[in-house]
């Protein structure tokens, strides 16, 4: 789908590399600029996942030489990510300024936690400091416990890397139609708090409470998650009433005056502790096959390995094993058609005599 657009990436740590990843995914041809020598961090590799069908050129950007290099890339490029602290880029003498002199309609994408502006702009955070000052973490976890999602899945990645795609593919449709670029800000606050307006518009229905464990999503027995005799999990999400009647009856609770009262607030904490005691009393498997086939809103919690192996996963091809590393397959799809197998990642410089060739050889951009 992208396959005319070129990306060069500032190595970088989580959601620029993730967004990269995505456009590559898409079709794009991106370019990473690694260090010459690994960055010290954790999760950190040579051959990272998350450079999956990317190429790879090793530069130092405090050399001269290679400064010029990555100037000359740019100048066929459409556009640049970056996520380093505000400032970091321009010390370097490639802030959007210089790196709009050299390409006019680039697109200049900045990956942080607070933004470019603001009190907190250069300080340090992680996903967890990011949503929660946002307010994205609050709902996070049932009423009582400490508010804890899945790691990166709200900042890093949906407040931080997906927000930077959107607002990439935004601002490519621009500049393609003025030739002018634009410095996309993508900050994980302002991803992560965009993301909380689903339940802000259920709020101001009236159908959302600030304090947690009183909403239609925070708080009932019908829409949590629950352990079984096996020590596994199921989800139980029977929002709708309809959905709400299946779940009674098959769990032969139908009639019960109490579990009749779906809505009914002041029930939801006794009624969850009694389907938690019944749900603890079988295995997983047997409320699998209790509620299969039906629109109760009930399944299992699983690892990625065994999600990997669930039918409905495997038959749309979701998870992949490759290079012995298990892996998401690209995502949305297009015309119905299923992913390819993941692309290899390349290892740190790769393809630098490769680029160095492309860039030697190519006079529009000298």
């Known amino acids: 789908m992208l396959s005319d657009v070129r990306i060069i990436e500032i190595e970088a740590l989580g959601p620029a590399p993730f967004a990269a990843m995505l456009l590559a995914d898409l079709g794009a041809d991106v370019i990473t600029v690694h260090r010459k020598a690994p960055a010290d961090a954790p999760g950190k590799s040579d051959n990272n996942l998350l450079d999956r069908g990317k190429r ?7 050399a001269p030489e290679d400064i010029i290099t990555l100037k000359g890339l740019l100048r066929g490029a459409d556009g640049l990510i970056e996520g380093f602290r505000p400032g970091v880029m ?28 603001g009190p907190k702009a250069r300080e340090a955070g992680h996903d967890l400091n990011y949503i929660g000052l946002s307010g994205a973490l609050w709902y996070a976890s049932p009423a009582g416990a400490t508010p804890f999602p899945p790691p990166t899945l709200v900042g890093d990645i949906g407040g931080g890397g997906l927000y ?71 989800s139980v999400q029977s929002l709708e009433p309809k959905f709400y009647k299946i779940f009674l009856e098959r769990l032969g609770l139908a009639g019960d005056a109490e579990f009749e009262q779906q809505f009914e607030k002041s029930l939801w904490p006794d009624l969850s502790a009694r389907l938690t005691d019944l749900f603890a009393g079988q295995s ?12 109760a809103c009930v399944g299992p919690v699983l690892s990625p390995d065994d999600a990997k192996a669930d039918p409905h996963m495997a038959a749309r091809g979701v998870w992949q094993t490759t290079d ?7 995502a949305p ?34």
């Open 56 to 62: 790879s050129i090793a530069l130092d950007l405090k």
């Open 90 to 117: 321009e010390r370097l003498g490639l802030g959007p300024d210089e790196c709009f002199a050299e390409q006019s309609r680039l697109v200049y994408g900045r990956m942080t936690g607070w933004g470019q502006d």
């Open 164 to 234: 930077l795609v959107i607002g990439m593919l935004s601002a490519l449709l621009k500049a393609r139609a003025t030739g002018r670029g634009t410095v996309v800000d993508a900050a994980i606050v302002d991803g992560s708090a965009h993301m909380m307006n689903l339940l802000m518009s259920l709020r101001a229905a009236g159908s959302f409470a600030t304090e947690r464990g009183h909403s239609l999503l925070d708080g009932p027995h019908w829409s949590r998650t629950y352990q079984c005799g096996d020590g596994l999990f199921l």
């Open 284 to 295: 997983r498997a047997h409320w699998l096959a209790l509620f299969d086939g039906s629109d």
């Open 324 to 330: 012995g590393r298990l892996q998401a397959a690209a």
């Open 333 to 366: 799809r297009f015309d119905g058609k299923k992913p390819a197998p993941a692309p290899p990642s390349p290892y740190r410089g790769q393809h630098t005599a490769e680029i160095l060739a492309e860039l030697k050889g190519d006079a529009s951009i000298r």
